[in-house]
C-alpha cells in the first residue's frame, strides 16, 4: 500500500508539470470548493495521526484553531527532523516537494491561515533548494500567494531554515526559533493551536504528517479510515538500519509488526549474513528496546508498550558492544539538551560522563550506585520530554543487559 511513496520514481521534483499530471493539486482544488470545516471534518474521519512522535490526531488539532476567531493564524511544517536514524521527511522532499506544499495549503485553508511556514533543518541543504524551486513554480501556477486558483484564498508559504537542534523539533522550540528566540520549550498550556506564533493560533505537523492529507481529500476519509487498525490507521513510512541486509525506507500500513518488517523478504530481508538479532531499538534515539520475544507487537500510534515515534527501526545483532550504544545515546541527549531545565541539563552530563568511564571500563562502584537516582531524575522531573527520552533505552538496557554492562 503506498500513499506518501506512491509517484517517487514517477515525477520529476523539479518540474511541477508531473506533479500535476500524477494528479497533484487536484486535492487542493476540491477543497476550496468546500467550506473549511467540511475539511477539517473529512481530516478529523480519516482517524490521521501525527507522523512525528506522539501521534495526536490531526483532525481534532485543526478542529481547535479553525473554530477561534483571530486576525492572524499560522500553520508550520515541521521539517526540523534532526534525530539520529531518521530522514524520512528529508526525503519526502526531496522526492515529492509538492505533496507537501498541496498538504500544507489545504491545512493552512482548513483553519482559516493565510501564512504558512516550512522549518527545515539547516543542514538540509539539497532538499531546501528543491523546495524552494517547487513553491516558486507553484506561485508561478497560482497554487501560493494572492487568489490562489482564481478563488478569493490567500496562502502565501515562507521556507525557515532552523540551525538543525534536535530540541527544535518540539512545536514550542520550534515556534520560538521562528520568533527568533532561542530554540527551547514553553510552558503548556497554553498549547499552540490556541496561542503559538506570536501569540496567535498555530497548528504545527510534521511533514509526513502533511503529505498524506492530499490522498485523504481524494479518496475519501472513509476509504483512509480503513487501511490498518481503526485506531491508527493508513500508512507510515519506518526506517529500518542497522544489521538488517535490506536498509532503508519501507512504506507499510500501521499494525504491521516489527519481526514482518525486519525479516520478510519485501522488506528488511532478514540479519546481514553471519549476524544473529539481539534486539531493535523502535522509534529512533529515544526508543525502547525490543527483545526477539516482542517482535510480534504491533507498530502503531496510541496506547502501545513501543511508540513509534518518527519511525526508526534500529536493528542489533548480538556482535554489538551495549556499552558503546549506551554511549552513543547519551552523547547524542547530553549534546542536544537546550539547558533550560536543571534536571536535564546536569543529568543529561552526568549519564555521559557514566557512559565515558563505562565504554573505558573505568565505572566506579558510586557512580553505578547513581544510575538510577539519574534516570529517574530524567523520567520524572524535566521540563519538557528530551530528559525522559534520554532514560528510555537506557532503562530499558540495565534492566535486560545488566550482566553485559556491568559484568557478574
Not at 182 to 197: A, D, F, Q, Y
Not at 336 to 352: A, F, I, M, N, Q
Not at 356 to 384: A, V, Y
Amino acid at each position: 500500500m503506498e500513499i506518501v511513496t506512491k509517484n517517487w520514481e514517477k515525477i520529476n521534483p523539479l518540474d511541477i508539470n508531473t506533479y500535476i499530471r500524477s494528479g497533484g493539486y487536484e486535492a487542493l482544488r476540491k477543497v476550496i470548493r468546500e467550506t473549511p470545516l467540511k475539511v477539517v471534518s473529512e481530516i478529523k474521519r480519516s482517524g490521521l495521526r501525527g507522523r512525528s512522535g506522539a501521534g495526536f490526531p490531526t483532525g481534532e488539532k485543526w478542529e481547535i484553531s479553525a473554530k477561534i476567531v483571530a486576525d492572524q493564524k499560522f500553520i508550520i511544517c515541521n521539517l526540523d527532523e534532526s534525530e539520529p536514524g531518521v530522514y524520512k521527511d528529508r526525503i519526502i522532499a526531496e522526492k515529492n516537494p509538492h505533496q507537501i506544499i498541496e498538504g500544507l495549503l489545504i491545512g493552512a485553508y482548513a483553519i482559516g491561515a493565510k501564512r504558512a511556514f516550512i522549518y527545515i533543518n539547516g543542514h538540509y541543504k539539497k532538499p531546501a533548494e528543491i523546495l524552494k524551486i517547487a513553491l516558486e513554480q507553484a506561485r508561478e501556477k497560482e497554487f501560493v500567494g494572492r487568489g490562489i486558483m482564481g478563488s478569493s484564498i490567500d496562502v502565501e508559504i515562507e521556507i525557515f531554515s532552523g540551525a538543525g537542534a534536535y530540541i527544535c523539533g518540539e512545536e514550542n522550540a520550534l515556534i520560538n526559533s521562528i520568533e527568533g528566540k532561542r530554540g527551547e520549550p514553553r510552558l503548556k498550556p497554553p498549547h499552540p493551536p490556541v496561542s503559538g506564533l506570536f501569540g496567535k493560533p498555530t497548528i504545527v505537523n510534521n511533514a509526513e504528517t502533511l503529505a498524506n492529507v492530499p490522498y485523504i481529500i481524494k479518496r475519501g476519509a472513509d476509504v483512509y479510515s480503513k487501511i490498518g487498525p481503526s485506531l491508527s490507521p493508513g500508512t507510515k513510512l519506518f526506517l529500518l538500519e542497522g544489521a538488517v541486509k535490506n536498509k532503508g525506507i519501507f512504506e507499510v500500513p500501521l499494525g504491521t509488526t516489527a519481526e514482518d518488517l525486519i525479516f520478510n523478504s519485501l522488506y528488511g530481508g532478514g540479519m546481514e549474513d553471519g549476524k544473529e538479532f539481539w534486539f531493535a531499538q523502535i522509534g529512533g534515539a529515544s526508543g525502547r528496546l525490543m527483545p526477539r520475544g516482542k517482535l510480534d507487537q504491533l507498530l502503531i500510534y496510541g496506547p502501545s508498550e513501543y511508540p513509534i515515534g518518527a519511525g526508526s527501526i534500529l536493528v542489533v545483532d548480538k556482535m554489538a558492544d551495549i556499552k558503546d550504544l549506551l554511549f552513543s545515546w547519551a552523547d547524542f541527549f547530553h549534546r542536544e539538551s537546550c539547558g533550560k531545565c536543571v534536571p536535564c541539563r546536569e543529568g543529561t552530563y552526568r549519564l555521559w560522563e557514566i557512559a565515558k568511564w563505562l565504554k573505558n571500563n573505568d565505572l566506579k562502584e558510586r557512580d553505578r550506585e547513581n544510575i538510577e537516582d539519574i534516570l529517574w531524575t530524567l523520567s520524572n522531573t524535566t521540563f519538557c520530554p528530551l530528559g525522559n527520552f534520554a532514560a528510555v533505552a537506557w532503562s530499558d538496557a540495565i534492566s535486560m543487559f545488566s550482566e553485559e554492562i556491568f559484568g557478574k
